[in-house]
């Protein structure tokens, strides 16, 4: 079975700095893999995915973030934060082709920026 | 394009008893996932429908069911109401199985 782990629950950090939330999966098959953001009081939203091709994807709004196969990991990164990234990110993992395509999500990264 | 939308927003239920919660997938998508998150934990796998059949579950006991119509909006049903049940449950659409998910608003159960 895949699990997840993001391995900060709460990252502060002051604006303009960069910040990495960390994710972790396991899985027996290939996946995707995917970044969402939850907004105070709103739903989740696609950050940044990655199905294949290009080991690097980026968001529009700056976050980039980089599939490692031989570590299993999916950090996301940003080099300079702005006040309006305080949200949670959750880490997500489907399995692909040859696997069973549920999705497993993490627990949660609470990115706090502070002025 | 409609996005995702549930309903109700809100609901407010006592112990014992049944629940169905509903969702309208986003134009095009023939999956739908079901998750339930707890205040400030990550959102729960509950289920999921392709193209009208079931593809997966959760670890969720059998008093949570669900459904997938033609036109691949989905219901989620609860019966036998317990205090745990309190929390947002998620909608989300794709347009496949694995592809990035289209979340709803949710719909926010107090379970009393």
């Known amino acids: 079975a895949q699990s997840v782990t993001q391995l900060d629950s709460q990252v502060p950090v002051f604006e303009e700095a960069p910040v990495e939330l960390r994710c972790n999966y396991s899985?027996?098959?290939?996946?995707?893999l995917f970044w969402y953001v939850q907004y105070p009081n709103q739903g989740l939203q696609l950050l940044l995915k990655?199905?294949?091709?290009?080991?690097l994807v980026e968001s529009i709004n700056g976050f980039e973030a980089e599939f490692n196969k031989s570590q299993t990991s999916f950090h996301l990164r940003k080099p300079s934060v702005h006040i309006s990234d305080t949200a949670e990110y959750f880490c997500?993992?489907?399995?692909?082709?040859?696997?069973?395509?549920?999705?497993?999500f993490g627990r949660g990264t609470s990115l706090i920026v502070h002025p | 394009e409609t996005g995702v939308t549930q309903s109700p927003t809100h609901l407010i239920k006592t112990r014992g008893q049944q629940v169905t919660l509903r969702c309208s997938s986003q134009?095009?998508?023939?999956?739908v996932s079901w998750y339930q998150q707890a205040l400030g934990q990550g959102p729960q796998f509950i289920f999921q429908?392709?193209?009208?059949?079931?593809?997966g579950r959760g670890n969720f006991p059998p008093r949570f069911s669900g459904l997938q119509f033609p036109n691949y909006s989905s219901e989620l049903n609860v019966n036998a109401l317990e205090l745990d049940d309190s929390a947002l449950y998620l909608c989300?659409?794709?347009?496949?199985?694995?592809?990035?998910?289209?979340f709803g608003p949710g719909t926010r159960l107090t379970v009393t």
């Open positions: 989300a659409s794709s347009l496949d199985r694995g592809n990035e998910q289209y």
């Open positions: 899985s027996s098959v290939s996946v995707y």
């Open positions: 990655y199905l294949s091709g290009s080991t």
């Open positions: 997500a993992v489907s399995e692909g082709p040859g696997g069973s395509y549920i999705p497993t």
């Open positions: 134009s095009g998508h023939n999956t």
């Open positions: 429908y392709y193209r009208e059949e079931e593809n």
